[in-house]
T-cell receptor, first 112, second 114 residues
Framework: QKEVEQNSGPLSVPEGAIASLNCTYS??????FFWYRQYSGKSPELIMS????GDKEDGRFTAQLNKASQYVSLLIRDSQPSDSATYLC????????????FGAGTRLFVKA | DVKVTQSSRYLVKRTGEKVFLECVQDMDHENMFWYRQDPGLGLRLIYF???????EKGDIPEGYSVSREKKERFSLILESASTNQTSMYLCASSLRQGIGYGYTFGSGTRLTVV
């Protein structure tokens, strides 16, 4: 089992729809979780972090965390073509949490 | 905004050469990281540093070394470049480690070893 797993996609949604991206992790001791967006040919950029069970909202983005089930998700409301990118789930691990593990990413296409 | 600057966007080197990849951040971040990103393998941690002159191995340190003589600069060294080190190299920094502190990435260096 991979430490951080994501469906590689591609996930295709129409403009204006809700895109739902999921991530599962194996280390029950993980405490914080991050979502990054990576446009083609660019480097990852941080979108959100979450560390408490439940939902965290930031504009059109909502991160959801369920530690009991070991999954974290990212919802993108009112999806726009500019949201088309690969979304990476990242989980710090190890002493001090320095060794962040990145999932392979889910490719999202938003159709105009 | 924090800026992480990688010295080269594209590099082509020959097998056996010693290669230096430079990374500089401008916001006094404690931690710096080197990752490589390959299709199908995702981002993999090579080395990280949590303080000046301090370094720790990541998941794939073989064939690499690092140097952090100043807080703002973290260098990745390929001692003797090989073709399997052809990759996109990404430098990142974080203010400190802990809940909520994500990474800021540089724009990456695409290295080709021929």
């Amino acid at each position: 089992q991979k430490e951080v797993e994501q469906n590689s996609g591609p996930l295709s949604v129409p403009e204006g729809a809700i895109a739902s991206l999921n991530c599962t992790y194996s280390d029950r001791g993980s405490q914080s979780f991050f979502w990054y967006r990576q446009y083609s040919g660019k480097s990852p950029e941080l979108i959100m972090s979450i560390y408490s069970n439940g939902d965290k909202e930031d504009g059109r983005f909502t991160a959801q965390l369920n530690k009991a089930s070991q999954y974290v998700s990212l919802l993108i409301r009112d999806s726009q073509p500019s949201d088309s990118a690969t979304y990476l789930c990242a989980v710090p691990r190890g002493t001090g949490g320095f060794k962040t593990i990145f999932g392979a990413g889910t490719r999202l296409f938003v159709k105009a | 905004d924090v800026k992480v600057t990688q010295s080269s966007r594209y590099l082509v080197k020959r097998t056996g050469e010693k290669v230096f990849l430079e990374c500089v951040q401008d916001m006094d971040h404690e931690n710096m990281f080197w990752y490589r990103q390959d299709p199908g393998l995702g981002l993999r941690l090579i080395y990280f540093s949590y303080d000046v002159k301090m370094k720790e191995k990541g998941d794939i340190p073989e064939g690499y070394s690092v140097s952090r003589e100043k807080k703002e600069r973290f260098s990745l060294i390929l001692e003797s470049a090989s073709t399997n080190q052809t990759s996109m190299y990404l430098c990142a920094s974080s203010l400190r480690q802990g809940i909520g502190y994500g990474y800021t990435f540089g724009s990456g260096t695409r290295l080709t070893v021929v």
